[in-house]
């Protein structure tokens, strides 16, 4: 497996979302629950072993680094309900009012990203974010990837950093080429450093394209960065 250092999330490592979906990509199942263990390297080769006969379980290394694990998951909760394509683009004028973006080059929600999806995840209520998203490719990845920043976004990391720890994503449909969507992201509860959000994505036509589980870890920036 090999993480191009466009699909960045915090600096020098790539984005959560994106490479658990892409390891998800080697379980046999339709809902995955991905933990990362170390922030992905990009632009290096990683290996892939399968733990178990069934499909069910792998692991994701560098070197012999574990990187992240993946397996077999569940979603019990009902996805996150989505609000209309223009309550989220009126969302998205808040996000862009904040100007201390922990990790602003993020390939998911970056303002410095040039070739990102550009997510801007604002609020909606409490707790409660959307974002517009037109998807310019279509790939389970990428929805992986668009389901994972703004549940962090519910927990306004602006002002505590978090990453991604834990994920667990279905992903029932592509959105086409061009398609004007929305992602929602909620936070559930907090435990500790520990923040557990939900997210899902919708397409134009309301269907549900995505739903995910989380568990955010707050971090230190400078130390995560070093």
């Given at each position: 497996?090999?993480?191009?250092?466009?699909?960045?999330?915090?600096?020098?490592?790539?984005?959560?979302?994106?490479?658990?979906?892409?390891?998800?990509?080697?379980?046999?199942?339709?809902?995955?629950?991905?933990?990362?263990?170390?922030?992905?390297?990009?632009?290096?080769?990683?290996?892939?072993?399968?733990?178990?006969?069934?499909?069910?379980?792998?692991?994701?290394?560098?070197?012999?680094?574990?990187?992240?694990?993946?397996?077999?998951?569940?979603?019990?909760?009902?996805?996150?309900?989505?609000?209309?394509?223009?309550?989220?683009?009126?969302?998205?004028?808040?996000?862009?009012?904040?100007?201390?973006?922990?990790?602003?080059?993020?390939?998911?929600?970056?303002?410095?990203?040039?070739?990102?999806?550009?997510?801007e995840p604002g609020a909606v209520g409490e707790g409660l974010v959307a974002s517009p998203?037109?998807?310019?490719?279509?790939?389970?990845?990428?929805?992986?990837?668009?389901?994972?920043?703004?549940?962090?976004?519910?927990?306004?990391?602006?002002?505590?950093?978090?990453?991604?720890?834990?994920?667990?994503?279905?992903?029932?449909?592509?959105?086409?080429?061009?398609?004007?969507?929305?992602?929602?992201?909620?936070?559930?509860?907090?435990?500790?450093?520990?923040?557990?959000?939900?997210?899902?994505?919708?397409?134009?036509?309301?269907?549900?394209?995505?739903?995910?589980?989380?568990?955010?870890?707050?971090?230190?920036?400078?130390?995560?960065?070093?």
């Amino acid at each position: 497996m090999f993480i191009e250092t466009r699909f960045c999330g915090p600096d020098g490592s790539g984005n959560g979302g994106y490479v658990a979906g892409l390891l998800a990509g080697h379980v046999a199942a339709d809902t995955v629950t991905v933990t990362l263990r170390l922030p992905p390297p990009l632009a290096t080769p990683l290996s892939v072993t399968r733990e178990d006969e069934r499909g069910h379980s792998v692991r994701l290394w560098h070197g012999e680094l574990l990187v992240a694990e993946a397996l077999a998951g569940a979603i019990v909760v009902p996805p996150v309900p989505p609000v209309p394509y223009e309550a989220a683009l009126e969302a998205a004028e808040k996000f862009r009012t904040i100007e201390n973006h922990p990790f602003s080059r993020c390939f998911v929600c970056g303002p410095e990203h040039g070739d990102g999806l550009r997510l801007e995840p604002g609020a909606v209520g409490e707790g409660l974010v959307a974002s517009p998203w037109t998807a310019a490719e279509a790939a389970p990845e990428l929805v992986w990837a668009a389901l994972d920043c703004p549940g962090g976004w519910a927990f306004d990391p602006a002002g505590r950093p978090a990453v991604l720890g834990t994920m667990t994503a279905q992903v029932a449909d592509l959105p086409a080429p061009g398609e004007r969507c929305v992602v929602m992201g909620l936070a559930r509860s907090r435990e500790g450093r520990k923040l557990h959000a939900a997210t899902a994505a919708y397409g134009a036509d309301g269907r549900l394209l995505g739903r995910a589980e989380q568990i955010w870890i707050e971090i230190d920036p400078d130390r995560f960065r070093s």
